[in-house]
């Protein structure tokens, strides 16, 4: 398995708090990725990273903010959680020798918002 | 509006018969295709992948399939195991483009001992 830590793995937090998680590699793989999974819609890009201090914005990226200051950490941060941002967010990476277009996933942190 | 389509929710299959999946996306840039398979409570698993050059690769019991001109591809699990058991999903890229995947829905296998 890459090695792909995620955490925390379970949040419940209120709605309007902001909240951070991280996602950690050690791997030394060029991009990261944030998804969301929710039930019917698979796996949506929220941001990645093709570099340290080089992000863009994916599908559903509104309401999150992303930031890479070392090639082994993506923080994905929701500056005021709502509901709506109730899933399970995975981490991937991919750009690693041998692998370069496969993307290896993180065990995922689950998010509530009340 | 989904680039990338699994139209099958579900599939039960008996053991060691095939378990056949599909997927279907509209956009046409797409090059690269791979499949994951994921277990609850844990991140998604790369099973195999495909790149648009090739109509077909092989990976032990697990085989996909890429129709370019009907813009369809296909996971063919043969013999089927119930370790298979699982939800996979099918998903795209545009392999200059970063890597970024866009994913089916998913389609849950239940193989049946």
């Known amino acids: 398995d890459a090695g792909i830590t995620q955490s925390p793995r379970h949040k419940v937090t209120e709605t309007g708090t902001p909240v951070t998680l991280r996602c950690h590699q050690t791997e030394n793989h060029r991009y990261m990725y944030w998804y969301r999974q929710d039930p019917g819609h698979g796996l949506r890009l929220i941001h990645y990273?093709?570099?340290?201090?080089?992000?863009d914005k994916g599908e559903v990226s509104d309401g999150y903010s992303v930031s890479r200051s070392k090639t082994e950490d993506f923080l994905l941060t929701l500056e005021s959680a709502t509901s709506s941002q109730t899933s399970v967010y995975f981490c991937?990476?991919?750009?690693?020798?041998?692998?370069?277009?496969?993307?290896?996933f993180g065990p995922g942190t689950r998010l509530t918002v009340l | 509006d989904q680039q990338v389509k699994q139209n099958s929710p579900s599939l039960s299959v008996q053991e060691g018969r095939i378990s056949i999946l599909n997927c279907d996306y509209t956009n046409s840039m797409f090059d690269y295709f791979l499949w994951y398979k994921k277990y609850p409570a844990e991140g998604p698993t790369f099973l195999i992948s495909i790149s648009s050059i090739k109509d077909k690769n092989e990976d032990g019991r697990f085989t996909v399939f890429l129709n370019k001109s009907a813009k369809h591809l296909s996971l063919h699990i043969v013999p089927s195991q119930p370790g298979d058991s699982a939800v996979y999903f099918c998903?795209?890229?545009?392999?200059?483009?970063?890597?970024?995947?866009?994913f089916g829905g998913g389609t849950r296998v239940l193989v049946k001992p």
């Open positions: 990273s093709y570099g340290v201090k080089d992000t």
């Open positions: 991937a990476i991919s750009g690693g020798k041998g692998s370069y277009n496969e993307q290896f």
């Open positions: 998903a795209a890229s545009v392999k200059a483009a970063g890597n970024k995947l866009t």
